[in-house]
């Protein structure tokens, strides 16, 4: 398999909208080398041929825990997907993410 390089987003406050909810914008907080795993749809739900509402992919990274404690994105193979979990085993990152289906 191969390892891609992939770009961290942290979540950077940058303003407050008139109800005094916090705005936040991606800021590149770094890159890694990832893995990935082969990708699924939502499981266990009844799937209408290729619909699908999102597409959830786990990624393995030899980047410590902590280079993604703040991330709410990595951008890896052209694609933004959105950081669900994480967790470490045998020495890996491992990376939970989700990229939504976007309507035209």
């Given at each position: 398999m191969r390892w891609y390089e992939a770009k961290v987003y942290a979540l950077?406050?940058?303003g407050r909208d008139v109800l005094g909810?916090?705005?936040?914008?991606?800021?590149?907080?770094?890159?890694?080398?990832?893995?990935p795993t082969p990708w699924s749809t939502?499981?266990?739900g009844?799937?209408?041929?290729?619909?699908?509402?999102?597409v959830r992919r786990t990624f393995f990274s030899r980047a410590p825990r902590g280079?993604?404690?703040h991330a709410a994105y990595i951008e890896a193979m052209g694609e933004r997907y959105a950081v669900k979990e994480l967790s470490s085993a045998m020495g890996m990152?491992?990376?939970?993410?989700?990229?939504?289906k976007v309507e035209p």
């Open positions: 950077k406050e940058v909810t916090a705005v936040c914008e991606p800021e590149l907080a770094g890159a890694v080398l990832v893995r939502e499981a266990g009844e799937n209408d041929g290729n619909a699908y509402d999102y280079a993604f404690s990152t491992l990376i939970v993410a989700e990229l939504y």
